[in-house]
């Protein structure tokens, strides 16, 4: 039974996941995912992981009877699914359970960006109202706009929805066009900042798309731009924002992802024009607790029946052993 399958916990998991696994198989932990912490009776009993962190090449190979790496999330630029494929790993992800409220996390964004709403909150609170009168008008509106999504995938079709509903124009960049939808489609980044005013981030991260919004993609956004990040801190040029937002080359952005998490520079926070969260975009307790089942049904399915739930694409054809 799964009772005798170890299972290695690794990183700051979701407490709902350590309790069911720790229910339902042999539980490790590990704070970071460091192949110098593996002792032989690790490499020998651990058949599966329940990942929030990283997981390198090397700390697979650490672990020769590793099967399956359950990803709590469903970005997995942490894990190198790459490797995994070719070792004969599965890796799982929480697609779908988070879409919706990653999208509406989005949108809140962009509306707190444009219309400068936790400032003018700030307002009311510091007591500036009664004394100094009204907020100022805000220079931004999202009238008028064009919405171009970078990464059309399961959240960015779900903040284009909700942008539909706001009657904005739509345009997208992803490597392929999607067939079934009508917006516009730019087979180039810098061609859609071009045509649009408001980009909004919802890609993966990784090698692929690493610092894919660079200075001249937010030249081409031009003054008025807005720039909104949910995807990841790594597919922006942080250093080149700091410096069109300083200098006017774009007008605002929003982020909820940053390239060295915790950590934000401090000239970031320091822009009048930047409106930031902690990585919360799919963080109720609702939505992280959905994420959490499909961690360890995933981990279940796999042991119990052959299958993964939710594979990755990198390790779709992974079979299980024996
Ligand atoms: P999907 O795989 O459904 O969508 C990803 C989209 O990005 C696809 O349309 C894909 O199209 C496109 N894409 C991928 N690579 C590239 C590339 N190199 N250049 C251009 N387009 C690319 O994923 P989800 O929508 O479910 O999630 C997207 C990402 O959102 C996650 O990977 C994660 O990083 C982030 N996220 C952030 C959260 C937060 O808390 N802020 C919460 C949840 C997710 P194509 O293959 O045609 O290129």
Do not use: C
Not at 247 to 252: D, K
Not at 307 to 312: D, G, R
């Amino acid at each position: 039974g799964t009772h005798d399958t170890t299972i290695l916990v690794i990183g700051r998991m979701n407490p709902h996941v350590v309790e069911r696994i720790d229910r339902t198989f042999r539980m490790e932990r590990m704070e970071i995912g460091d192949p110098a912490l593996v002792t032989p009776e690790l490499a020998a009993l651990v058949r599966g992981i329940a990942a929030s962190g990283a997981v390198s090449a090397q700390f697979m190979d650490a672990l020769p009877n590793l099967e399956i790496i359950a990803n709590f999330g469903v970005g997995y630029d942490n894990v190198d699914a790459v490797h995994a494929g070719k070792a004969g790993i599965m890796v799982t992800n929480t697609p779908d359970v988070l879409t919706e409220e990653v999208a509406d996390t989005a949108l809140g964004l962009l509306i707190d960006t444009v219309r400068e709403l936790p400032q003018a909150q700030a307002w009311l609170k510091a007591g500036k109202w009664e004394r100094e009168g009204n907020y100022p008008l805000t220079k931004l509106s999202l009238r008028g706009r064009t919405v171009g999504i970078f990464g059309l995938g399961r959240i960015g079709k779900a903040i284009a929805r909700r942008i539909e509903a706001f009657g904005l124009p739509i345009a997208y960049h992803n490597r392929h066009q999607d067939n079934e939808v009508a917006y516009d489609y730019y087979p180039s980044l810098p061609a859609l900042a071009e045509a649009v005013d408001t980009l909004i981030v919802a890609v993966p991260g990784g090698l692929g798309t690493e610092k894919a919004v660079n200075a001249q993609v937010l030249g081409a956004l031009g003054a008025n731009g807005v720039l909104i990040n949910i995807g990841r801190g790594t597919v922006v040029d942080e250093e080149a924002l700091i410096e069109a937002l300083g200098n006017g080359t774009i007008a605002a952005a929003g982020l909820d992802v940053f390239a060295d998490e915790p950590h934000v520079p401090q000239a970031l926070i320091d822009l009048p024009n930047a409106t930031l969260l902690p990585h919360v975009a799919s963080a109720s307790q609702a939505t992280r607790r959905a994420m959490a089942d499909l961690v360890v049904d995933n981990l279940i399915a796999w042991f119990e029946d052959g299958v993964a739930l939710t594979p990755v694409p990198q390790t779709a054809g992974v079979k299980r052993r024996g």
